[in-house]
């Protein structure tokens, strides 16, 4: 038996990532997915022509994310000084990651980040749909956090 190699550049990978991620989405497996982190806003930008078709093809939308949010949900060395994309059907949902955002910097502002820290992680993992088991386990295997 022959076995053939195939190696998947970057763009291909993380391009058939979003596909799957548009298409939970749509599905109603995920509120939110976020694309993989980009080093750069160009880099990122870059995937916008065909997250375009993706999105058309599955009836979702994109919004186009400059500042990551950071929570204790993942490492911070992951997504700090990342650029992604968020995939969403929902306005709504949309909106809600976006208040929880604002709720984690207005927090941070006046210095009650701490009190309240694990609560966004948690409700940030859910904005994803992770269960709260696996919402459990990423928390306790973060020794980067946010």
Do not use: W
């Not at 979702?60 to 060395?77: A, K, Q, R």
């Amino acid at each position: 038996m022959r076995q053939f190699t195939v190696k998947i550049d970057k763009f291909s990978y993380q391009l058939g990532a979003a596909d799957c991620f548009c298409e939970m989405v749509r599905a109603g497996v995920k509120k939110i997915a976020l694309s993989h982190p980009c080093d750069t806003k160009d880099e990122r930008d870059s995937f916008l022509p065909e997250f375009d078709k993706l999105c058309e093809k599955y009836g979702v939308c994109y919004y186009v994310e400059d500042g990551s949010f950071l929570t204790d949900l993942f490492p911070l060395s992951m997504n700090q000084g990342k650029f992604n994309v968020i995939f969403y059907q929902d306005e709504a949902v949309l909106r809600e990651y976006l208040d929880l955002k604002a709720e984690k910097e207005k927090a941070i502002a006046e210095g009650k980040y701490a009190d309240c820290r694990e609560d966004i992680a948690r409700r940030y993992g859910k904005l994803l749909s992770y269960t709260d088991g696996g919402i459990q386990r990423l928390l306790e295997a973060n020794s980067d956090k946010a």
